[in-house]
């Protein structure tokens, strides 16, 4: 069971906007300000999305955000794309011995 | 721009040890830039961060792997290693070396393309 909540899949059509969660505890994701994003597409690496909550490393588009409330960090994706379709995973520091946690992944469909 | 490319064996006996190396490339490790980490994910499983390194030496293990893991680095190369021992069939996973994780910045970028490692006799 992984440290961080994702569900499991979520859905969109092209154009729309979907919201992905990432729920901890106030030892990690609510603690800090250093929740990472990142995307995966069958077969390659995770690429950095969003660091530090919602900071963008260039050449990421626009279109993904990040935002934090309490314990639960979001990733949103507006203007939904077929390439956006992919597995996406959440990390954060923790004041655990384990330093870095992850998420369990979510699934994006691209309907 | 940093690349990261990891190379070693693809296949690992049980009770052996595990050993990878990360060749970085655009860029060096003896910058002092950032921490190394090593990260793996098993078949159809999530991600699971295995270590950090600095081009000082100083390391930091994953407690769940601590006993097992050895983290090493050689600047002269531009390389990176990782060293996990005792395998058995549950570390059978898509090794990746990745830049970050350590105060420098907790988020990893950019990944080498990933390895995989099959752990069976």
């Known amino acids: 069971q992984s440290a961080l909540t994702q569900p499991a899949s979520v859905s969109g059509s092209p154009g729309q906007s979907i919201t992905i969660s990432c729920t901890g505890t106030?030892?990690?994701?609510?603690?800090?300000?250093?929740v990472s994003w990142y995307q995966q597409h069958p077969g390659k690496a995770p690429k950095l999305m969003i660091y530090?909550?919602?900071n963008r490393p260039s050449g990421v588009s626009n279109r993904f955000s990040g935002s934090k409330s309490g314990n639960t960090a979001s990733l949103t994706i507006s203007g939904l794309q077929a390439e956006d379709e992919a597995d996406y995973y959440c990390?954060?520091?923790?004041?655990?011995?384990?330093?870095?946690?992850f998420g369990g992944g979510t699934k994006l469909t691209v309907l | 721009q940093v690349q990261l490319q990891e190379s070693g064996p693809g296949l690992v006996k049980p009770s052996q040890t595990l050993s990878l190396t990360c060749t970085v490339s655009?860029?060096?490790?003896?910058?002092?830039?950032?921490?190394w980490s090593w990260i793996r994910q098993p078949p159809g499983k999530g991600l699971e961060w295995i270590g950090y390194?600095?081009?000082?030496?100083?390391?930091y293990y994953n407690p769940s792997l601590k006993s097992r893991v050895t983290i090493s680095v050689d600047t002269s190369k531009n390389q990176f290693s990782l060293k996990l021992s005792s395998v058995t069939a549950a570390d059978t996973a898509v090794y990746y070396c990745?830049?970050?994780?350590?105060?420098?910045?907790?988020?990893?970028?950019?990944w080498g393309q990933g390895t995989l490692v099959t752990v069976s006799s």
């Open positions: 106030s030892s990690d994701v609510g603690g800090y300000n250093y």
């Open positions: 990390s954060s520091y923790t004041s655990s011995s384990t330093l870095e946690v």
């Open positions: 390194i600095y081009y000082s030496g100083s390391t």
């Open positions: 655009g860029g060096s490790i003896s910058s002092g830039d950032y921490y």
């Open positions: 530090d909550v919602s």
């Open positions: 990745a830049r970050g994780g350590g105060e420098l910045g907790w988020w990893f970028d950019p």
